[in-house]
């Protein structure tokens, strides 16, 4: 997509130099939201289990893991961590209650732009926890379950890249979200992990595969985000703004004025990848990564 006309384009070069440090440094983990590649993919195998920093403090705040209870009774899953009933890490989803004791606990598989925040069904360790000969016991979340035969859940039949939503607290008070892309096997006996991101500002929520955010600057209050390959910017003053979106290798494949309130760019033609979404007005600017799979 070319410009709208010459005097956009002249504008989107004298803002060239504003922008180039945002673009070298669009890597680095200085927005709002951080995002993390397993790179490679974490792949876990019945029996194996990966533990879960999401905002690297050297505190687990998930285990996800495939169990096997039994010989026809497997398991692709997660639970929030430490395992203390008080704990409100928690994971979207629901639970089920069978036979009035066993509390079996599913997490549901988020589409990508799927809004992760506080109106999500949150679960946490103690919506797992069920009593037996006066001991208290939890059974693994699943993301898939195998049991005698029938295969349950919302990820059962080899769903791949799809989101778990995840809500965690570091301090015990403020409340973060994030996501986790994973992909479980036809068997649902293999779990694979491949990347997740948290939201750094507390109690603000994200969208499943939003990935590094860069600073916003400035009031133009620009909010961008991407699904199903099209980009949309929210804008509360785009008088005067101008947008542009670059591809992984740098080159522009839109750039044009904000339409208005809300301004969105189909990229589907261009494939799927990784763009740099960027936003101009005077000497603010407002960068994003979208991610399309």
């Known amino acids: 997509m070319k410009p709208k006309n010459a005097a956009l384009w002249k504008k989107l070069k004298q803002y ?8 070298a440094g669009a890597s680095l983990a200085q927005g709002q939201v951080v995002y993390t590649d397993l790179d490679p993919d974490v ?8 533990a879960l920093d999401l ?3 050297g505190n ?4 996800f893991k495939v169990v096997t209870y039994g010989t026809n009774w497997w398991r692709a899953g997660l639970a929030p961590y430490p395992y203390y009933t008080t704990n409100q890490n928690a994971f979207a989803g629901y639970v089920n209650t069978i036979g009035g004791l066993l509390k079996i606990g599913y997490a549901s598989a988020l589409e990508e732009g799927a809004v992760i925040d506080a109106n999500n069904d949150w679960k946490v ?3 797992l926890v069920f009593s037996y000969n006066n001991n208290l016991y939890f059974i693994f979340a699943a993301l ?3 049991y005698g035969g029938g295969a349950y859940g919302q990820w059962i039949g080899g769903v791949g890249d799809r989101y778990v939503g995840l809500r965690f607290s570091p301090d015990g008070t403020s409340t973060h979200y994030g996501w986790m892309r994973a992909e479980v096997s036809e068997s649902d006996k293999k779990l694979t992990l491949k990347e997740y991101a948290y939201e750094q500002t507390p109690e603000v929520g994200l969208t499943a595969g939003t990935t590094i955010g860069l600073p916003q600057v400035g009031t133009m209050g620009v909010r961008i985000f991407g699904y199903e390959g099209v980009v949309h910017v929210l804008a509360e003053h785009p008088q005067g703004a101008i947008l542009r979106i670059t591809n992984a290798i740098g080159q522009v494949v839109a750039a044009q004025d904000l339409d208005g309130h809300h301004t969105s760019v189909n990229l589907n033609e261009f494939g799927k990848g990784i763009y740099l979404v960027t936003v101009m007005q005077g000497s ?8 399309f799979r």
């Open 55 to 57: 905002n690297n403090d």
């Open 43 to 50: 792949e876990l195998q019945v029996g194996d289990e990966f």
């Open 284 to 291: 603010d600017v407002v960068s994003r990564k979208v991610s």
């Open 60 to 63: 687990i705040d998930f285990k």
């Open 16 to 23: 060239s130099a504003i922008t180039a440090p945002l673009v």
């Open 144 to 146: 898939a379950s195998t």
């Open 125 to 127: 360790i103690n919506d």
